[in-house]
Each structure stands twice: as structure tokens, then as C-alpha cells.
């Protein structure tokens, strides 16, 4: 992939404003010459949409385009919804799926559109905690268990998928397999997707001299992630049963259970936690998929 090649960035907000006024200025400061930012909006409440309208409005005339979804899409719908806006205008380019709450330096974009040649169809970069401590470079998948892997920069670091945080994906991939199936709403969708990717023939790889900043997600946010996750491990098992088994899935939910029972010293999250566990186990059997709460 070379320089002039556009770099469609989709970015899903949800009720989220201050993390993405602080991810735009980065993006905006990138070194990269040929990109252009797709702002979903995925049905925030009144109060984050007045701010979100200072924001359009400031960006207006630029590279940022907005789009705005009349209900929570949840991370898979967000990001079809931007895909589609890319389509419906033609523009021309690869995408690249980030998070809201990300920062990337100046070079992240270039590093990674170098990254992209012949046979790779993804590419990640490292991702950096804003202590400065290296997260990760790459994900192994055993089953259901994912090890952290950091190599050295530059050099070849493999992954099993590519994690949702920031992912450039080949247009081509795209047209060839979809983006995301919304049937998972957030969560493994990812794994879903460098799957399906792998399959198609194409490689995902590790640009570890690209990086970006991720904070870590509030404690409020983990009941809603453990039930997603338990309720999407069993989804990806029916849609890959060669790489899953009923042992690694059953072993999968006890884990997040007792993830759950280390928030003791918060009762009422802990509670919260463990009965989305148990939300998430019982709609996943009986194949519930979608936005929680509906079929």
C-alpha cells in the first residue's frame, strides 16, 4: 500500500463525547497525507448530541464527516453504518476501524499503510497504556484463551486476530467478506472478522512500530462486557466449532464469573456483574443475539 492510498477512518461514538474531542485532534495531527474520518454517532442521548453538534460544527468543511444513527447499533452496527456512508458517497480507500477512547501519534497512519502489502488484509498497531506500559502487540488465541504477546519494533510479531481498538482493513477483504456480522453487537466480532479473513486467504499483521494510546475502561462498563462476551463465545463457536470446543466455552464463563466475584468490594457492581454472566450464558443458549434485551 502506498501514500496515495485514502485511509477511511470510522470512528462509533456512543454517549461518549469527551474521549473522541480527544481522539480527533490526534488523528488530525497524523503525518498521513491521504485520509478522511467518519464520526457514528450511535443514538447518544440529547445532551451528548448538543455537544456533538459543537463538534460538527468546528469540523465543518474539513475531512470529518458525521453520521447519525437514530438508535445504539451497538460496535458492529456503528461501524457497518460508517462502511455503508463510505459507500453510498464512493469514496475510494481502505478503512480502518478505531475506538473513541484512542490517541495515535504522528506516524501510526504511515507505519501502518506501509504495513499493508501484498497478502495482508489487516493490520494492528502496538497498543500503549497512557502510563507509557506496552499493552500488546499481537493476541494468541488458544480456544477461548487469549495470551498477550510484545515483540521488539519491527520486528515480525504473528496474531491470531486483530484487535478491535484499531484495525486497517484492505478494501478489497471488505468487498470480498463483509465487515461485521451484528448478530455479536460488540465483543468477538473481531475475532469473527480476522477468522473470516484468514480463510479468504489473506494475512493480518502486526506494523508494532505504529502505535496508539488506550485508557482503560471504567469498572461501570464490565457487567455489560461480561455479558456480551460470555452471550458471544457461544456465537463464535457455532460459527467456527473447528476452533471452539464445549469445554473451553464452559470454562470461558467460569473465568468471567470469577472476574465477576473479584468486584466483592463493590456489592451492588459485583451483583450487577455476576447476574449479566448469567444473562449472557442463558441468551447465548438459546442463540439471542443482537442488542440485549431483544431477539
Not at 18 to 43: F, H, Q
Not at 111 to 133: D, L, N, Q, Y
Request: hydrophobic fraction near 40%; proline fraction near 4%; charge should be positive.
Amino acid at each position: 500500500m502506498n501514500s496515495e492510498v485514502t485511509i477511511n477512518m470510522i470512528v462509533v461514538n456512543w454517549n461518549d463525547g469527551a474521549t473522541i474531542r480527544k481522539c480527533l485532534p490526534s488523528i488530525m495531527a497524523s503525518e498521513y497525507p491521504c485520509y478522511r474520518v467518519i464520526v457514528v454517532d450511535n443514538g447518544s442521548n440529547a445532551e451528548e448530541l448538543i455537544a456533538l453538534s459543537i463538534l460538527e460544527e468546528k469540523f465543518k468543511g474539513t475531512c470529518v464527516h458525521f453520521v447519525h444513527n437514530a438508535e445504539n447499533r451497538g460496535y458492529c452496527g456503528g461501524n457497518n453504518a460508517g462502511l455503508q456512508y463510505i459507500i453510498d458517497n464512493r469514496f475510494d480507500g481502505d478503512v480502518m476501524i478505531l475506538n473513541p477512547d484512542v490517541e495515535m501519534e504522528h506516524s501510526t497512519l504511515s507505519i501502518m499503510a506501509a504495513a499493508m502489502v501484498e497478502g495482508v488484509g489487516v493490520v494492528t498497531p502496538r497498543v500503549v497504556h497512557p502510563s507509557g506500559k506496552v499493552l500488546f502487540d499481537g493476541i494468541r488465541l488458544k480456544g477461548y484463551r487469549q495470551e498477550f504477546v510484545i515483540g521488539h519494533p519491527g520486528m515480525p510479531v504473528s496474531t491470531d486476530f486483530a484487535q478491535g481498538t484499531c484495525m486497517l482493513i484492505r478494501r478489497s477483504l471488505i468487498e470480498r467478506i463483509g465487515l461485521f456480522d451484528e448478530r455479536f453487537f460488540s465483543y468477538w466480532e473481531e475475532v469473527d472478522l480476522s477468522i473470516r479473513a484468514k480463510k479468504a486467504g489473506f494475512k493480518l499483521a502486526v506494523a508494532n512500530q505504529a502505535k496508539i494510546t488506550k485508557a482503560d475502561n471504567p469498572p461501570e462498563k464490565l457487567p455489560t462486557c461480561f455479558y456480551y462476551s460470555v452471550r458471544n463465545a457461544r456465537l463464535i463457536r457455532r460459527k467456527h466449532l473447528s476452533s471452539f470446543t464445549r469445554v473451553g466455552y464452559i470454562l470461558y464463563v467460569a473465568k468471567v464469573a470469577a472476574l465477576s466475584a473479584k468486584l466483592i468490594h463493590r456489592p451492588r457492581l459485583c451483583m450487577r456483574a455476576l447476574a449479566s454472566v448469567l444473562d449472557g450464558l442463558r441468551d447465548g443458549l438459546a442463540e439471542r443475539y443482537g442488542k440485549r434485551g431483544t431477539a
